[in-house]
């Protein structure tokens, strides 16, 4: 089930199924040009970077931004862009895309009404959810997933045992934990996230 995805560093995912789908490419290493579809959940500098775009994109790559980023896409060169607000549903190149919206309850790090995403991406029959930069709240404990991508590095976020209560609440199959490790976060709150998520629920560490 989760063979196919990996974790680049910090939020920076790489999912290989029908497409090749970043989400938030963040210092990528090399020049591989083999992006299908970037998604984007923000506009932080470690979720979009315009630099290591440059490093995935092809000629075709469509670029999924949210609705308040469209000026900020245009200055990134790609096949199309597409920008989408937080609770919709849309196909894209044959990948169904749900988004989720994420933003912190108290902190002003990412609030509601700037309508930053997370995306529930469909690929083989299994629903993966990336979370975002994001608190569990009234919106994203609804989420139905397979797998469960989350924040655990505390600060911007959800902390490990934020995170685990609230994959406990969801209910995947399986669940990993992103967004520590370099920004914020370190590999503490790995084991604290693995102690805290129910023995029910699979977790797979794909941090390098």
């Known amino acids: 089930m989760v063979e196919n995805i990996e974790v680049l560093t910090h939020s920076s995912i790489r999912l290989k199924g029908e497409k090749v789908i970043y989400i938030d490419p ?14 984007i959940t923000h506009d932080h500098f470690d979720h979009f970077s315009p630099e290591d775009i440059d490093k995935i994109k092809k000629n075709d790559t469509i670029i999924v931004v949210p609705e308040q980023m469209k000026e900020q ?24 895309i749900e988004t989720v919206a994420a933003y912190n309850n108290t902190k002003s790090f990412h609030s509601k009404e700037s ?25 994203n404990r609804k989420v139905v997933c397979d797998v469960a991508m989350v924040p655990i590095g505390g600060t911007y976020t959800m902390d490990a045992k934020e995170a685990a209560e609230f994959v406990n609440i969801l209910k995947p199959k399986v669940t990993i934990p992103i967004h520590y490790g370099s920004v914020t976060g370190t590999k503490k709150d790995e084991e604290i996230f693995k102690a805290e998520v129910d023995p029910s629920i699979g977790v797979e560490i794909k941090m390098p």
């Open 115 to 139: 309508g930053w995403v997370g995306y529930i991406v469909e690929l083989a029959g299994t629903k993966i959810y990336i979370a975002g930069d994001t608190d569990m709240n009234e919106d």
């Open 26 to 39: 963040f210092r990528i290493s090399e020049k591989t040009s083999d992006a299908d579809i970037i998604l």
């Open 73 to 96: 896409a245009n200055n990134v060169s790609c096949g199309q862009c597409i920008t989408v607000l937080p609770g919709i549903q849309k196909q894209i190149d044959g990948i169904a």
